[in-house]
């Protein structure tokens, strides 16, 4: 792990921080970790960003003890733990800069305990799912690592309050994972997971093993093909949640799901060829991307306002 909790966890989590270097701690954690979200949370207001920066933080810590730990009995154990420690978190046990920044960040927004204990629940499906049968098994994992996460975020953001506002973001984040799923193929069989419902590869003539050896050709295009049509459905309900939120609240949200929809864009350009190459943006595309999805939102708000 490029940058590891748990080994930050068991080296200095007895240790004292203060709240500000809890959050100095997750913010470089988000930014080594995934620089598309650290600069699209720069916009944010200085409590927020904090905040975002500590749940962040604690995703990536439980989700690499899916993806960076091999042993079961080591992953149960860490998970166990991870549980343990949220809890304490809420009875206000804070330890280690992690949980200090993100005690720190509950405190503030009230952001709700099963949130967060349903993100774990998300992760620890990896442990003995490796196969999804339909739409609604494997939707149910989306929403648990993603969908969820933007429940967190709402917390954070506060949002004008409106009937299918919960909906927005859930759709928002499964929008994300899809493309995730998308773009991490040859990543994901090399762990031998495969997300794709197995009843959708079967209508393709796919199956699992297909997958699993990287075989590119017409049916796999057709099924990514039908992917990124279930991303775009869940994008356009999601950029309903943009109007509900303030300016820098919009343009953070903005910028998230205007990454992914970009990303998307680009593997539909290679004929959904995800498996020669990684599909990704530079450093200067993502600043420039970055840029004109802040400018959007911030003239939506305008627009609307005029």
Known sequence: MAFDVLAELEAHGGEHYTPEEAYAWCRAYTKDRAS????AFTILPAAKRNAIYAAYAFSGYVDDIADELTDRSRQEHEIALARHRLAACYAGERQGPLFVALGDAIDRFAIPQP???ELINGVEMDFTIDRYETWADLQLYCYRVASIVGQICVAIFGAKPHPRA?????SMGLGLQVVNIMRDVREDATRGRVYFPADELSAYGLAAD???????????AAMMAAQGMRARHYFALGRNLLPLLDVRSRMCVNVLQGVYFELLKR?????????????GLSGPEKLSAIAR???????LGRARAG
């Open 115 to 117: 949130y967060f204990e």
């Open 210 to 220: 297909d997958i699993l050896d990287g075989r590119y050709d017409e049916r796999f």
């Open 293 to 299: 999805l802040w400018l959007g939102a911030a003239l």
């Open 267 to 279: 593997i539909e350009a290679r004929d959904y060829d995800v498996f020669s190459q990684r599909v």
């Open 36 to 39: 598309n979200f650290y600069y």
């Open 166 to 170: 919960a909906e927005f973001a859930t």
